[in-house]
Antibody
């Protein structure tokens, strides 16, 4: 089970911060990546980035300069920070588990809507 | 190339067969996964590693791949299959993730 949490409203130019709490399994498993995917209203899915248990991160090149994903093993959580947000970053943000071998996102959180507006 | 291309919309008559396709250069090297998304809900995986169906997904769903094209076939489409479908794979480097633009399936 994955659950996103964080502010639903962020001002332009500020930093979007979300946390994904994982239950029913450990994020320290080497069998999975832990990732973020977003979906602007009425649009398709966009991969934001993944993190592996060893801290290695992979980011969407279009967001790489503004995004950071980190893990907190003690809390079994991972987080997303997206800096200098604009209205274009308004989206439902999903956290998800991605299998290393088959490369699919097999479990998803319910998603959280983040609106960028002043 | 890091793009996956899907038809924006497809329709099928109730009980008939429909194929949803996904094209991209990276599919020559890597398998696709498929996700079903209904309004207001998170995506749900319906096919992984080309032709593997997760538990709980009806056997009317099947997957295949040839060259640069992956396909999701629904044999005997039901009203509850009406949804958006997204394909997903690695990019050509193998390190990054790409999603197709999605196909809206209408069951008539």
């Amino acid at each position: 089970h994955l659950q996103e949490s964080g502010p639903g409203l962020v001002k332009p130019s500020e930093t979007l911060s979300l946390t994904c709490s994982v239950s029913g399994g450990s994020i320290s498993s080497g069998n999975y990546y832990w990732g973020w995917i977003r979906q602007p209203p009425g649009k398709g899915l966009e991969w934001v980035g993944n993190i592996f248990y060893n801290g290695r991160t992979y980011y969407n090149p279009s967001l790489k300069s503004r995004v950071a994903i980190k893990m907190d093993m003690s809390k079994n959580q991972f987080s997303l920070k997206l800096t200098s947000v604009t209205a274009a970053d308004t989206a439902v943000y999903y956290c998800a588990r991605r299998a290393v071998v088959t490369a699919d996102f097999d479990f998803w959180g319910q998603g959280t809507l983040v609106i960028v507006s002043s | 190339s890091s793009e996956l291309t899907q038809d924006p919309a497809v329709s099928v008559a109730l009980g008939q067969t429909v194929r949803i396709t996904c094209q991209g250069d990276s599919l020559r090297s890597y398998f696709a996964s498929w996700y079903q998304q209904k309004p207001g809900q998170a995506p749900v995986i319906v096919m992984y590693a080309k032709d593997n169906r997760p538990s709980g997904i009806p056997d009317r769903f099947s997957g295949s791949s040839s060259g640069n094209t992956a396909s999701l076939t629904i044999t005997g489409a039901q009203a509850e299959d009406e949804a958006h479908y997204y394909c997903n794979s690695r990019d050509s480097s193998g390190n990054l993730v790409v999603f197709g633009g999605g196909t809206r399936l209408t069951v008539l």
